[in-house]
């Protein structure tokens, strides 16, 4: 038994026609055409046979009946209908049959809708796609935080462009294969056909590597620290001296080297400290990003701000509850729930100095 991925547009039935030869020579058959077909060895050849045909009618009733009208033709001609999409018809037989494909007797075997279909997928694709990158062009830098969410951003770009490739390739494909059946001249060169779907295939195997791959990347390779590997400020540093849970997270990315990230709890009262930290290749960029994140108080959960030289301070509403530290090639967003006093916010900013 082979498995074979089976997904041919009209315009392609050449090189479905192609492939479907080879595996009838070989004695593969199939009952079922599908996207993910599955072909049966038999001890002679198959042979499979391509045609279209518009089912006409002003109800889906009469279309129907049209379309079990074009199957019975053809099954009383010896063949076995296993396949159908687009008008596009697939066939098979036990015998060989002649029945050569004339272009000019298939005027209507492209229904408009089908080609107005065609270009409304294309400029779905193609808004899908200026969406996307909009929302890439003004996403927070904190959206970039590992390897993993890097690469699947990246492959969810070549995905949009595989989709917009292979719907273009669609729309000009039917649009071109339309003329030239109401002109009854030959089909495009097979070679142009393999291009194009040798290209589409590369593009969409590529696109799962980077989105399955960074996924996998993102959930396994996320790890946990101690504060011995990499110091953090904590609650007894204001001297809470209280029994606590601490939870950590460390990440690395294209866009952000480090990022450090602690919730620490105390398990009797209400008493947080939540700290994210962000180490950059460069002084100049951790300048940049701290510049940048001031336009950006939702990081700290803040609605407006105040600013002294290389610290922020994020208040919600009128009470201040978060600092953002620019110290070397670090920025730091420290959100604790107790109150930032000046004894604490002197205790964070001595820490990180």
Known sequence: MKIKFIHYKPYEYELLQEELDKLGKQGYSTNDLSIISFFRKKDKPVYYTIDFFNPTGSS??????????????????????????????????????????????????????????????????????????????????????????????????????????????????????????????????????????????????????????????????AKSFTPEQHAILQLNDFDIQKSTELSTQSYASFTIPHTYISLETAKQGNEALYIKEYQFNSSQRAQHIFEQIKSEP???????????????????????????????QSVIIVMPSFELSQENITIIQNYYK
Do not use: W
């Open 298 to 328: 939702q990081l700290y959960g803040s609605n407006k701000i105040k600013e002294d030289h290389s610290c922020i301070y994020g208040y919600a509403d009128n009470q201040l509850v978060s600092l953002v530290l620019l110290h070397k």
């Open 60 to 221: 889906k009733i009469s279309q129907r009946t049209s379309h079990y009208h074009f199957i019975d033709q053809k099954e009383e001609q010896g063949l076995k209908y296993i396949y159908s999409k687009n008008n596009m018809y697939v066939f098979t037989s036990n015998e060989e049959k002649n029945f050569p494909f004339h272009h000019e007797s298939k005027i209507d075997a492209l229904s408009f809708k089908i080609r107005l279909s065609s270009l409304i997928y294309f400029i779905i694709a193609l808004i899908i796609s200026i969406m996307y990158l909009n929302y890439l062009l003004h996403a927070s830098f904190d959206q970039f935080n590992s390897y993993g969410i890097t690469t699947t951003y990246i492959g969810i770009i070549f995905l949009l462009i595989t989709v917009l490739y292979r719907n273009f390739c669609n729309f000009y494909g039917i649009s071109s294969f339309y003329k030239q059946i109401q002109s009854g001249q030959p089909h495009f060169q097979i070679k142009k056909l393999k291009f194009f779907r040798t290209l589409y295939s590369f593009l969409a195997i590529l696109s799962f590597i980077l989105v399955v791959g960074g996924l996998a990347e993102d959930t396994f390779n």
